[in-house]
């Protein structure tokens, strides 16, 4: 059974005379590739037969698939065509729909001939109504092409793109009035010389992709990475161990879409640099979709997995009752990793038990700790109890905490940070992003995880523009917070919003999980609607209870929960009050639902609060 070889924690320490703290990586970086269809090149030339990707030609069907060497061909022709369209550096390919293996070629292909790929959010196009965001991503991309694995499901978002005067590319399907070019037509094209000489020509300054901001803040950022971005990415992790499989190529199964880092840069480009395959999972961390998942992951055993908590939640209760799937799972796992949110103790327990009944043994767990803006800032490479720490710098990676309160606020500086410019199309928000050295700010606040050791790593938060005083004064870290409320709810919260900015106490606008709250009642709720689930005498008893226990915990003014709101309206993403990760905006929900948070304050309290 393979074992990971990571590296002890390493960490060079400078104090300075204004409290601000430099953190270094004492483990140095391994040696980088000029860009990422040089890795591509090197897998496919050592196992060109081996597949690359597969993808489910529909849900419980078969798989088809394409190996390195037919990818590295077929990204080459795409290249061409794409040169023969006039295409030149600093042009973009908008991609409008999800993961598909016809994506990753194109995107490869793209940069072959330093043309940037710019994937987008599947939601911008099939989830929105005014295709606000898409437009705004489109125009600030500067793209010239866009790509969608089908037609029909975009041909209002391509509409609503229409004059734009994009050349649409497009696997299958039509659409009246959508004039495409088929996929097909790309990779039946012969390639020239010319490919090669602009594959010679990439630098480190290239840029190879636009990805966008969650829009937790606001509207989303288009944010260029350069092929150091990519390239760098792969060589922290071959520094730090976590792409050494023994020798095997690693099996990785992918939920996450590549518009996301984690899996566009992080998963995709580290599997390219392992040679390993990538089986794209359609299923998502949601009861009408995980079926799909336990269906993949019966069939195959990944060699690492990174989700989000909710999908470790949904997988323990399924491996809880399917001996075979927890032991499909676990048999070549050699890590698993999250981010995103923080992981409960009661959470790992149940992953460590599972394990330990499927292998005799625990599989270490890391925290990956990033953003859009500089890919990876920090990870926690070494095992610990803490679920809490985020980690130490990345080789190549600095980090600079300046002092904010109780807490430090996080600066971001390396080759996997975006160019000085900033973001594409948008001068005013590119204004403040970097500090006088260079430093980007996070907006994060961090601490050390023991103060007097930072070889134990760092701690985060909370987001800095997210957090309040209440009138005493007191500092609410609102992150921190809302997970901690959200672990004593579970499983019948599905999202809290932390509300208290110069008031007397904290409050919370509460939305309830009806999966999880059908799942604790039962039979007593089962002909409830979602709407009156929110009224309901049991449910609220169930919940005050809760929040109860939850306060005795935490006694303090910045933890207890005074007030609370039971909200039946859901959350909704067009106006940005929900964030591509599927999470509350804290600032948009409060200033959007102003109305809801004078409510939760009123005095004395209306009957729909909850008072404690």
């Not at 999980?513 to 009156?532: F, K, M, Y």
């Not at 609370?564 to 009050?577: F, H, K, N, Q, R």
Request: proline share 6%; aromatic share 8%; charged share 20%.
């Amino acid at each position: 059974m393979v074992q990971v070889r990571t590296p002890a924690p390493s960490v060079e320490v400078t104090r300075r005379d204004d409290g601000s703290i430099l953190l270094r990586s004492g483990i140095p970086l391994a040696p980088v590739r000029p860009s990422l269809p040089h890795l591509f090149d090197d897998a496919a030339t050592a196992h060109p037969d081996r597949v690359f990707m597969r993808q489910r030609m529909a849900p419980g069907g078969a798989w088809r698939e394409i190996t390195y060497g037919q990818a590295a061909r077929d990204s080459r022709a795409v290249a061409q065509w794409l040169l023969n369209q006039g295409a030149k550096p600093g042009d973009a390919v908008a991609v409008l729909s999800g993961n598909s293996l016809e994506h990753a070629v194109l995107s490869i292909g793209a940069q072959r001939v330093r043309v940037a790929v710019a994937p987008m959010s599947a939601g911008y196009s099939l989830m929105s109504t005014d295709h606000a965001k898409l437009k705004g991503c489109v125009a600030r991309s500067g793209a010239r092409f866009a790509f969608v694995d089908n037609v029909a499901p975009y041909a209002k978002a391509l509409a609503a793109l229409a004059p734009m005067g994009l050349r649409v590319i497009a696997v299958a399907g039509q659409a009246e009035g959508i004039e495409t070019v088929p996929y097909a037509e790309l990779v039946a094209t012969e390639p020239t010389a010319a490919v090669e000489r602009e594959m010679a020509a990439i630098t480190h300054d290239t840029v190879a992709r636009i990805m966008f901001t969650s829009g937790s803040t606001g509207t989303p950022k288009a944010t260029p990475q350069t092929q150091a971005n990519l390239t760098i990415t792969v060589a922290q992790a071959r520094s730090l161990g976590i792409l050494d499989f023994g020798g095997e190529a690693p099996q990785h199964i992918e939920a996450m879409p590549f518009s996301h880092i984690m899996a566009g840069n992080f998963n995709l480009n580290n599997v390219i640099g392992a040679g390993g395959t990538i089986h794209l999972d359609d299923g998502k961390p949601i009861p009408a979709l995980f079926a799909q998942t336990i269906a993949n992951l019966r069939e195959v055993s990944p060699h690492f997995y990174i989700t989000v908590p909710l999908g470790y939640t949904m997988l323990c209760d399924a491996m809880e009752k399917d001996d075979a799937l927890r032991d499909s799972f676990f048999k070549n796992l050699v890590y698993m990793g999250f981010g995103g949110a923080m992981l409960s103790d009661a959470l790992v327990e149940r992953l460590d038990a599972l394990a330990l009944k499927a292998r005799g043994e625990k599989v270490p767990m890391y925290t990956f700790y990033g953003a859009t803006e500089y890919l990876f800032g920090a990870l926690r490479y070494w095992v610990t109890p803490r679920m809490d720490i985020i980690g130490l710098p990345l080789p190549d990676t600095d980090l600079k905490l300046v002092p904010d309160g109780a807490h430090y606020e996080l600066r971001v500086k390396g080759r996997t940070l975006l160019p000085r410019s900033g973001y594409l199309g948008d001068a005013q928000a590119s204004e403040a992003l970097f500090d006088e050295e260079g430093f980007f700010r996070t907006g994060d606040a961090v601490r050390f995880a023991d103060p007097a050791n930072p070889i134990e790593g760092i701690v985060f938060s909370s987001r800095v523009a997210e957090d309040f005083k209440l009138t005493s004064g007191t500092y609410v870290a609102v992150n921190a917070l809302r997970l901690d409320l959200m672990a004593a709810g579970d499983p019948l919260l599905r999202e809290a919003v932390i509300c208290g900015l110069n008031r007397d106490g904290v409050g919370a606008l509460l939305w309830l999980n009806d999966v999880g709250v059908r799942a604790v009642l039962g039979e007593a709720v089962a002909a409830l609607t979602n709407e009156q689930l929110a009224s309901d005498e049991r449910v609220v008893a169930l919940l005050r209870d809760r929040i109860a226990s939850f306060n005795a915990a935490n006694p303090s003014g910045a933890r207890a929960i005074r007030r609370a709101v039971l909200m039946a309206a859901p959350l909704t993403y067009d106006s940005g009050e929900l964030t591509d990760k599927g999470t509350a905006s804290q600032r948009v929900v409060r200033e959007r639902r102003s109305a809801d948070v004078e409510q939760l304050f009123a005095q004395p309290a209306g009957p729909a609060v909850l008072t404690f």
